[in-house]
């Protein structure tokens, strides 16, 4: 989290849990295949913008939107794992991901009781091994072919990211 900043969720409006996970699983059905036209959709439903991309415009790329919700300006302010949990249960829309070369991958945070990520089976039908850390529940999408990939709430933050790229994962949300 960047110096000076705050956990309190001030300034944007807060949004009810019901209608975040609303919000979540009308935006997976809109498009369970684009990590970014999902959470774009999440966004939109959530009454949330990210400054230079139109709110009603197609959506931005995945590593565009990050740059976008990091850049200074912007409206938003990155916050730490543990915050962005506190933040996303008091109301406030939390967005992760991190970029790659092309294209990288973006979720929504959801709020909800944390869960141990894993536990689901792979796209070969085996069960992926639990990890003992807790996470919150995600909206993300992906045409990849790893279940972790893809959630409406049923999957976690952390599910969606190798080890190696879970590293580089960063959460903003808006002032």
């Not at 990288?104 to 003992?132: C, D, I, S």
Request: glycine letters at 10%; hydrophobic letters at 35%.
């Amino acid at each position: 989290m960047g110096v000076g900043t705050s956990t309190s969720p001030a300034s944007s409006p807060r949004i009810s849990t019901e209608a975040q996970l609303q919000a979540a699983r009308t935006a997976y059905a809109f498009d369970p295949n684009d990590c970014n036209v999902a959470v774009w959709k999440y966004l939109q439903l959530t009454g949330q913008t990210i400054n230079g991309a139109d709110p009603k415009g197609p959506a931005p790329l995945a590593n565009d939107m990050l740059d976008r919700l990091a850049a200074a300006g912007s409206g938003w302010r990155e916050v730490s794992l543990e915050d962005g949990i506190t933040l996303v249960n008091h109301g406030k829309v939390v967005i992760g991901g991190e970029k790659e070369p092309g294209h990288g991958h973006v979720v929504a945070m959801l709020p909800g009781p944390l869960h141990n990520a894993g536990g689901f089976k792979n796209q070969r039908g085996e069960m992926m091994r639990q990890r003992p850390e807790l996470y919150p529940p995600a909206l993300s999408a992906s045409k990849a072919d790893y279940p972790g990939t893809r959630s409406d709430g049923d999957k976690t933050v952390r599910d969606p990211f190798t080890p190696e790229n879970w590293k580089d994962v960063h959460w903003y949300t808006q002032d």
